[in-house]
């Protein structure tokens, strides 16, 4: 939407006069509409709804979770970015608009959570707003601490007031689709169990894929919290994670957690000797360090190049690495024609070409997003 329809989408009180057009309800029915055979093809219970920019409101996303009947709404809205009439307490009466599509739909949404995403989160100074923590929602009727959600072949727990986040990131799903695919043929070939390095681990839905596919993890994230979350999303696939469990799999089997930063493990994985078949690299566009632990601040931009290094020297023979990214600074080309910065920073680390693998489209529900995030799949 261009500036020009933004202002006047905000003074029609929510009627957008330009060809994307139409209230704001009409453009979430068409954006529902479009995906209307992800939803009946139950292969998620967990998917985006509507995506800004690219569907007529930019900086509004929502994103719905649970089964049929029982399911909440997340919108998040971007100061900054979204028409006012979505800011404050135009949010609430939004909320209630949402809601009622939804609700009205095969999805059945029976509440409407709003975040709110500031400029600058500096500001917030690491304290969540109510408005984001409340178990009361903005529309509807409030819902449980947490929820357990089916993607695919695996459960996994969500959260729709624990502050900015959820503890699922959705653009992510088919990604960890093809992970759980590439260990479960590569095990059928070869016939051994395969060891994969989850980092920046977050709430461990990579390594939950990879270990429904038959595979040995390690989940790192310098979050004892999430990585707690993580533990618990194993539990409800009904996976043992136990240090029992670990030690009847033997050295370096079964799945094991470590609270660590992400180079700080790679450090010890090298003087421990430890090896993978499959390394995940998801990190976040920036990480705060921490001089009392001596780790440094972490930046995409900075140092994606390093990470990869690193990464590729504890991969075992045709071992491979999934590398990803949401730092628009990685996920564009630097002229037309040209392959992304992510695709350079991987080769210079390296220092050659590897052997790129498929990965598959985004999924339906975030087609549209294509060029806000980026991943590459390679055998070193």
Known sequence: MSDAARKSFDRAGGHATDRAGGRFVDLLAAALAKRGALIASNRTQALRVFSGDAEGAPGVFVDVYGPAGASGAVMMVYEGRAPKMFMGEGAQRMAADVLAVLAASSLGVTAVYVKPFPKDRAKLGGEMPEEVTSATPAAGTAMGEAMVV???????????????????????????AAMALAVKRRMEKNGERLAVLNTFAYTCAFSVAA?????????????????EWGKRNFAHN????????????????????AKMDTFEFFAYAKRKGLKYDLIILDPPSFAAGSKKKGIKPFSSTADYGRLVKEAAALLRPHGAIFASTNTQELCVAPMAGEVIRLEREIVKALGREPRWLKLPAAASDFAMEEGRFAARFFAV
């Open 211 to 227: 270990a429904r596919a038959g595979a040995e993890t390690t989940s790192v994230d310098v979050s004892g919290r999430y990585l």
């Open 238 to 257: 009904k996976i043992d994670v136990s240090e029992q469990a670990a030690a009847r799999a033997g050295t370096g089997g079964g799945h094991r957690f």
């Open 150 to 176: 089916c993607e695919i072949d695996w459960n996994l727990e969500v959260r729709l007031f624990d502050g900015l986040s959820t503890g699922l990131f959705l653009d992510q799903r088919e990604n960890r």
